[in-house]
């Protein structure tokens, strides 16, 4: 009886979370389509990546430790990824912008569930996320490197999802305890450099200094981009699945981190 | 009838700074009522209080019924709340910012296409709906800002200075909407302003804040009796407020 009870209610807050969030994808699609230039850049940038790279260090797999002699085919999935991550890690000022608009306090005052202000914004990032891995993939495709078998085109968006949730969630956690827009802007302009050069993005592990090697294995970007490229070599073991579950407990964490957020910024208002 | 508001010495403290200090207040159902108070008085604080947005630091009391301190849930889908700066989405047209606003509150569909364009009639924003709210004067996001606060029907609406910056006409055109919804509807009103003759003519009830504390409180004929110095001449409202807005150490004084 009481687990009955339970379980209803249970049921019926997923059903709550679920509608609310489809508020406000709908929300935020609206929004971004409004945007001119945004989705052309979206799509373009990613692009601008993989050919500028793949045509600057064309000849890095001769060094040896790659797993494959095209360039393009190694570098594509890391491109995807951190596209993705990129895409994330720049999600905090949206989020200002709600906050500053009074949109975000708006929404606190309906009976929507507040966890749905950051788990909606969560997947829609990470849909933007896995779309523009999903453009890298064919652009490489297209230029001759080709991805392993279908499954290995999922594993790729996916893990590019998961990296984009993960900081995007971790984003809108800054935004919501420090907002201001500045320190987002900065925050988006500072990730990305780092987070690519330290991690197997670019090129192959064995290449790197050994100090390089140890960041890069804490890495999650690494951790995407190793479930991401053995899955297009074809090389993909267990460990792909090791990959991916230790970037769901990331999102899942980022999540709470950004509920505590939400809660802190509350009781600042 | 009850009260629908019903708070006991709310206080709401950001770090060292006591920004609301001992605030209670009661409002009977279908009332309206008027927080007055200098800038800074506390105003905005206690409404963010009431409309669950932020958590009282210490105090407690029902909204709608329901307690201040758990059943957040239940006061929101009984409340409007259209705050001093309020959120319209400026890249969303008038009628999306309604119909996202009704969905946030599980009205969905042909009952929220309805009711939207029932509340874009009642706010004479029929013409405008849709533009995008970016386009929109301050009295049209305004008056798209207070549709949004009620597209739900809520028992009670919460309005923070609703009227700054609107022009007078605009101003008594909101008004004179509002004053309609609310005797239709059985809707009871907080608002907060800067403008006594709107508090003169509105309020069933007017509080005035200073300091965090309510300094004074009463139907406004109440509170101008209480001041008059000559019980053949009552004061005016500016002269409660004058008495009541001052510093407030001179004002608490006996
Ligand atoms: N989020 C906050 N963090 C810190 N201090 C705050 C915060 N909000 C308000 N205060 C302070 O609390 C006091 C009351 O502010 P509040 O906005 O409630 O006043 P108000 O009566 O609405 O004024 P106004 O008429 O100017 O709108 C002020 O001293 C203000 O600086
Ligand atoms: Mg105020």
């Known amino acids: ?269 | 009838m009850g009260n629908v508001i019903e708070v006991r010495h709310l206080v709401k403290r950001y770090g060292d700074v006591e920004a609301v200090a001992d605030v209670s207040l009661a409002l009977p159902e279908g009332d309206v009522l008027c927080l007055l108070g200098p800038n800074g008085a506390g105003k905005s604080t206690t409404v963010r209080i009431l409309s669950t947005l932020t958590r009282a630091s210490a105090g407690s009391g029902q909204i709608a019924g329901y307690d201040l301190n758990r059943q957040t849930r239940q006061i929101r889908q009984s409340i409007g709340y259209v705050a001093q700066e309020a959120g319209t989405d400026a890249y969303l047209t008038g009628r999306e910012n309604l119909l996202v606003q009704a969905a946030a509150h599980r009205i969905r569909g042909r009952a929220a296409q309805d009711r939207v364009a029932e509340l874009l009639e009642l706010v004479q924003l029929e013409y405008a709906a849709d533009r995008l709210a970016r386009t929109y004067s301050g009295g049209m996001r305004r008056r798209l800002e207070i549709a949004m606060g009620i597209v739900h029907r809520p028992r009670l609406l919460f309005l923070d200075e609703p009227t700054t910056g609107l022009d007078p006409q605009a101003r008594t055109a909101l008004w004179s909407g509002l004053a309609g919804i609310a005797a239709e509807q059985q809707l009871s009103i907080l608002l907060t302003t800067h403008y006594l003759e709107e508090a003169d003519q509105l309020a069933d009830r007017i509080v005035i804040i200073n300091g965090g504390r309510v300094v004074a409180e009463g139907t406004p004929a109440e509170l101008k009796a209480r001041v008059a110095t000559d019980s053949d001449h009552p004061a005016g409202l500016d002269e409660v407020y004058q008495r009541y807005a001052g510093p407030v150490e001179e004002v608490l004084a006996p």
């Open chain 1, 1 to 269: 009886m009481i687990i009955a009870i339970i379980t209803r209610t249970s049921i019926a807050a997923v059903g709550d979370q679920f509608t609310a969030t489809t508020t406000m994808l709908g929300r935020g699609y609206r929004m971004l389509r409004r945007q001119p230039l945004l989705f052309p850049i979206m799509l373009v940038q990613p692009m601008v990546w993989l050919l500028l790279y793949s045509q600057l260090f064309n000849r890095l797999p001769r060094l040896g430790g790659f797993g494959t002699d095209s360039y393009l085919q190694f570098l594509a999935p890391g491109i995807a990824v951190i596209s993705a991550f990129s895409h994330g890690a720049w999600e905090g000022p949206g989020m200002i912008a709600d906050i500053e608009r009074g949109a975000l306090d708006r929404f606190l005052t309906t009976p929507m569930p507040p966890s749905t202000l950051v788990v909606s914004r969560t997947v829609q990032a990470a849909i933007i996320g896995s779309l523009q891995a999903a453009a890298v993939v064919a652009v490489a495709y297209a230029f001759g490197a080709r991805p392993n078998d279908l499954i290995s085109v999922l594993v790729i968006l996916v893990s590019a999802a998961l990296i984009c949730a993960g900081f995007a969630a971790f984003s809108y956690a800054l935004a919501l305890l420090f907002r201001r827009q500045e320190t987002m802007i900065a925050v988006g302009q500072f990730a990305v450099l780092p987070f690519m050069f330290l991690s197997a993005t670019l090129t192959s592990v064995a290449q790197m200094p050994p100090w390089m090697q140890e960041v890069s294995a804490l890495n999650p970007v690494s951790w995407a981009v190793d479930a991401a490229r053995t899955s297009m070599l074809g090389t993909a073991g267990s460990r792909v699945l090791v990959d991916l579950a230790v970037l769901v407990l990331l999102v899942a964490a980022m999540q709470v981190f950004a509920r505590f957020a939400l809660g802190r910024y509350r009781r600042a208002l």
